[in-house]
């Protein structure tokens, strides 16, 4: 940060100088995703997210950047520090939600539920093409029944010798529709247990028979990737595809308390990236002879966000400290997300409005923040769950199951 910024004078949202404990290689990988985001993405995402197209021509450019795999050490991947992988996810989301999606589903969940459930031999296969983007992974754990009840999950799983045979429904599976590497979450008739099957295809081939993805159409938020309904009809999967390390839900909360932490990194991101634009809207719109920057309402509402932004950043870098400690509890990434992505959907909603009818327009970006943050809000465990994953661990009491 400059002198003049911290004699008081703003450029940018880092009011607490709290980048300043990024070591040299972290902030190189911020500024490689950042340069990415300006010159690959930004110029061509508004024209995706508003035909519902996902923007495949930026994959290669996404792969060349060697960040997929984000912390993932071995495999290919680039083992980066846990505050890099923060600012990857961070810096993505910044530039577009959609994108950061397809990143975090194919890196974080994907991946890592190979890295954390697969065994030696599995991560060998699959995580070295996986980070060079070769193949593209998707997550299916969500049913058409079981949103926030995913633990009752009811895709089933029967063993005939070598092979299992799964059969059930999927829905809002992002990436579903052209990945290779589909981890589809199934219970076990024989033991009643959630294991984890990895449906594998080469580029060149089709979806088998009985996996057929319907993408999901008429979405308002994150256009510019594609969810599907999946229906599994007699599917085979051999066993040496079975996740070997997946025995229980138990082992799918380990993925999803490591990728809580990517949502409310990516809310900070949403939430930069709209209070940036609505300063410097504030600065340039006149409204009654002066910048409406100039009136104490619209200063009010920035100063908050700014407030807001810090929060949620401090909470993001403290979430990044306690995993690099491996002392981060499924509470402690429920109450990030749940705090985090409710502060960043006030901040782009708050843009939203001083962007006036402005905000309302695609071309300005705010607007596509705005509907992302509602995405946000809700996957990867609704606000509502998160508070309940944070209430049974102040009383002690379960008040959902
Ligand atoms: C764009 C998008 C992308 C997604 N990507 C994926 C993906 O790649 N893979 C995947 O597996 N899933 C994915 N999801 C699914 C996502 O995780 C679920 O939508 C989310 O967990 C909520 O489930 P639901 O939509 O079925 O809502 P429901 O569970 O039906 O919830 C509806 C409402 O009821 C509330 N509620 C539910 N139970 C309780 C309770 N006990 N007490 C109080 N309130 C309650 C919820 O908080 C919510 O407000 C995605 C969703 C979206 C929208």
Known sequence: MTETARAGVLPDHDIYLLDDRFTDEERAIRDKVRAF?????????NGYWERAEFPYELVPKLAELNVVGTVIQGYGCPGMSRMAGALVSAEL????????????????????????????????RWLPAMARLERVGA?????????????ALETSAHREGDTWVLN???????????????????????????????????????????????VIQGKIGKRAILQSDIVIEDLEIPEPNRLQNCNSFKDVNKVLTATRGGVAYESLGHAIAAY???????????????????????????????AEVTAIKQ????????????????PMAS???????????????????????????????????????EVVYTYEGTDSMQSLIVGRAITGASAFV
């Open 37 to 45: 985001v300006e010159t690959d993405l930004l110029p061509v995402i």
């Open 93 to 124: 989301a910044r530039g577009d939600g959609s994108f950061n999606t397809f990143f975090g589903v194919h890196s974080g969940l994907a991946m890592g539920s190979i890295n954390i459930m697969g065994s030696e031999e599995q991560k060998q």
């Open 139 to 151: 997550f299916a754990l969500t049913e058409p029944l079981h949103g926030s009840d995913s633990v």
């Open 168 to 214: 059930g429904a999927k829905r809002w599976i992002g990436n579903a529709s052209h990945a290779h590497h589909v981890i589809i979450y199934a219970r076990d008739v024989a033991d009643g247990q959630v294991k984890a099957f990895v449906l594998e295809r080469s580029p060149e081939e089709d979806f088998p028979e009985g996996f057929q993805p319907r």
């Open 276 to 306: 940036e634009d609505a300063v410097r809207y504030a600065g340039e719109r006149v409204q009654f002879g002066k910048p409406i920057g100039s009136y104490q309402l619209v200063q009010n509402n920035l100063a908050n966000m700014l």
């Open 315 to 330: 909470l993001c870098f403290r979430l990044v400290d306690l995993h690099e400690q491996d002392e981060l509890t499924s």
């Open 335 to 373: 109450m990030a997300k749940m705090a985090a992505a409710k502060k960043a959907r006030w901040v782009v909603s708050t843009a939203r409005d001083i962007l006036g009818g402005n905000g309302l327009l695609l071309e300005n970006n705010v607007a596509r923040h705005l509907t992302d943050m």
